[in-house]
Nanobody, 124 residues
Framework: QVQLVESGGGLVQAGGSLRLSCAAS????????MNWYRQAPGKQRELVAA???????NYADSVKGRFTIFRDNANNMVHLQMNSLKPEDTAVYYC??????????????????WGQGTQVTVSS
């Protein structure tokens, strides 16, 4: 079974920076796209940054120019560098990935995986 584990959340003052990391672990898998979502209290989960396999990255308008998503394919990791943080960036951030795994009878299929979430709090 494949797992996604996030790290790097915490409390930071407005204008500060944080880097989130997500590591995929398991057996017999290959990663397609890797993404970051966030969910603030009382709001729906939203896509923050997406990094398709072999495609262009894209960002939510609210984070363009401040956040950068990048992958470390050798270590099956994705990172989110967050600069110039604002109080409205406060949320639980989730790593998401579409991963090709082996099912019953070693038949491959693509499944959607989520990390457990990491809290980011930006104080004003």
């Amino acid at each position: 079974q494949v797992q996604l584990v996030e790290s790097g959340g915490g409390l930071v003052q407005a204008g500060g920076s944080l880097r989130l990391s997500c590591a995929a672990s398991g057996r017999d898998f290959s990663i397609n796209d890797m993404n970051w979502y966030r969910q603030a209290p009382g709001k729906q989960r939203e896509l923050v940054a997406a990094m398709p396999s072999g495609g262009a990255t894209n960002y939510a308008d609210s984070v363009k120019g401040r956040f950068t998503i990048f992958r470390d394919n050798a270590n099956n990791m994705v990172h989110l560098q967050m600069n110039s943080l604002k109080p409205e960036d406060t949320a639980v951030y989730y790593c998401n990935a579409h991963i090709r795994v082996l099912g019953v009878g070693a038949v491959p299929y693509v499944a959607n995986f989520w990390g457990q979430g990491t809290q980011v709090t930006v104080s004003s």
